[in-house]
Nanobody, 126 residues
Framework: QVQLVESGGGLVQAGGSLRLSCLAI????????MGWFRQAPGKEREFVAG???????YYADSVKGRFTISRDKTESAVYLQMNSLNPEDTAVYYC????????????????????WGQGTQVTVSS
């Protein structure tokens, strides 16, 4: 069974850091762009960061300069380093795999991704 498994969420004070991990199980996604999304209560799921199978990374303006996405293709893992967290970053964070392999760039629309993890909760206290 193909799945993505996120980990690393938790409770952190404002200004703190967390590192989220996303591990692919059952297959490799090394030829796919990968994205991190988040969804806060009462809000729509939003794009946070993306990394293509080759090329530059992309970030939402709200996290640019604070978050860093990276991947380890040998381990089929994607990471999201989150620094300078603030309460507005509180959400469930999901990783996802692009539905089409080897596409240039990164898509920010959730419907461009067809494999999703179960999510990991990030809570930032003020």
């Amino acid at each position: 069974q193909v799945q993505l498994v996120e980990s690393g969420g938790g409770l952190v004070q404002a200004g703190g850091s967390l590192r989220l991990s996303c591990l692919a199980i059952g297959r490799t996604f090394s030829s796919y762009a990968m994205g991190w999304f988040r969804q806060a209560p009462g809000k729509e799921r939003e794009f946070v960061a993306g990394i293509p199978w080759g090329g530059n990374t992309y970030y939402a303006d709200s996290v640019k300069g604070r978050f860093t996405i990276s991947r380890d293709k040998t381990e089929s893992a994607v990471y999201l380093q989150m620094n300078s967290l603030n309460p507005e970053d509180t959400a469930v964070y999901y990783c996802a795999a692009d539905r089409i392999p080897r596409r240039a760039g990164v898509r920010s629309a959730a419907n461009e991704y067809d494999t999703w993890g179960q999510g990991t909760q990030v809570t930032v206290s003020s």
